[in-house]
């Protein structure tokens, strides 16, 4: 069985919150509680792999990013800086990819305390496949 690496990327360029337009940065798209759904093949038989986010002025909120329609389990508490672009890295557990049609989604944690309105300008997922 041969391994190997592939990556794909997927640009959102959201704004997630509860204010529309409070971050104004153009280019971005309001769109509430949760980004659009992007999605992706993969060709071979995946085993894990990671994303790396990049994300501006998220606060400490318990924000989620899922994989399937299945949460990130690293990603249900985030430590963002204000007025920062940041570029995160999550790790995506074996069995969250599967070979054919895959989907990512970011969802705004709207029971925090923290009115937390945040960008998502791009992700690169990067996976180990076999044939």
């Known amino acids: 069985?041969?391994?190997?690496?592939?990556?794909?990327?997927?640009?959102f360029q959201e704004e997630l919150g509860d204010i529309a337009g409070q971050l104004s940065?153009?280019?971005?798209?309001?769109k509430g509680n949760e980004s659009s759904k992007k999605e992706f093949e993969i060709?071979?038989?995946?085993?894990?792999?990671?994303?790396?986010?990049?994300v501006y002025d998220v606060h400490k909120s318990k924000h989620s990013v899922k994989i399937n329609g299945n949460n990130l389990p690293g990603s249900s508490e985030v430590h963002g800086q204000p007025n920062t672009w940041e570029t995160w890295m999550?790790?995506?557990p074996s069995?969250?990819?599967?070979?054919?049609?895959?989907?990512?989604?970011?969802?705004?944690?709207?029971?925090t305390s923290v009115k937390d309105n945040f960008l998502v300008a791009a992700v690169a997922i990067h996976w180990r496949e076999s044939d």
Do not use: V
């Open 95 to 111: 069995g969250f990819l599967k070979k054919g049609n895959n989907s990512i989604q970011f969802f705004r944690d709207k029971d």
């Open 25 to 30: 940065k153009p280019g971005f798209l309001f």
């Open 1 to 11: 069985m041969t391994m190997r690496g592939d990556f794909t990327l997927r640009f």
């Open 43 to 54: 060709e071979g038989n995946p085993t894990g792999g990671y994303l790396l986010m990049q």
């Open 90 to 92: 999550e790790e995506i």
